[in-house]
Every structure is written in C-alpha cells, then in structure tokens.
Nanobody, 125 residues
C-alpha cells in the first residue's frame, strides 16, 4: 500500500517561498512509470495541478505557475519537494501530493491512484 504524506509550514508570509515535502512509503518514487504531482485547492475553488516530477527525475510545470514553481526530489529519502516563490494570499490553499501512472496534468481524481491527506497552507502577514 503506497502512502503519501505532505509536510511543511502551515503559515507563510507574503513574498516568501513556500516549501512542502511529500514523503512516500510503500513504493519508490523512481519506479517506472509513475509521476508525482503537486495539486492545490484554494478555499471555495476547484483543484489546480501545479506540476510533477517523473520517475526519471524530469519535471513538468503548469504554465501559469512555472515562473514561481520548482519541484525536486531526494531519492535517498523517497521524498519530493515543492517550492513556490513570491507567495501572495491567493496562494492560500490545501496542498496535496498525488501519484499517477503516466504523465497527467489534470485534476480528475480518478487519474491518480494515491493521494496524500493534504496540508493547509495560509499566506498571511
């Protein structure tokens, strides 16, 4: 059973960089052909795919967030990390990590076989 767990600060100040880590257990993030995504849901809005890192280490980003987003991984810890720079209150959301088999940049829950429970991040001074 694969499990994903998000971790990171729940409160970030405007203009700072948000950093979240997804720790994966029960499966390796380097296993062919899985893609590991970050998805968020602002209050009262739908899901938004932010980006993904592939089993190979290749990264993919939403065009709307590409200039502020970086996804990396630590294979020794079986973790992948999201960094979102220059945050504003509009970045307040529940942030999820999720796994898909094959590249997928959408938000249909059925396309992901495992999700983390989500972590609330609030951007406020």
């Amino acid at each position: 059973q694969v499990q994903l767990q998000e971790s990171g600060p729940g409160l970030v100040k405007p203009s700072q960089t948000l950093s979240l880590t997804c720790t994966v257990s029960g499966g390796s993030i380097t296993t062919n052909y899985y893609y590991w995504s970050w998805i968020r849901q602002p209050p009262g809005k739908g899901l938004e795919w932010m980006g993904a890192i592939a089993y190979s280490g290749s990264t993919y980003y939403s065009p709307s967030l590409k200039s502020r987003t970086s996804i990396s991984r630590d294979t020794s810890k079986n973790q992948f990390t999201l960094q979102l720079s220059s945050v504003t209150p509009e970045d307040t959301a529940v942030y999820y990590c999720a796994r898909a088999r094959g590249y997928y940049s959408g938000t249909s829950r059925d396309e992901y076989d495992y999700w983390g429970q989500g972590t609330q991040v609030t951007v406020s001074s």
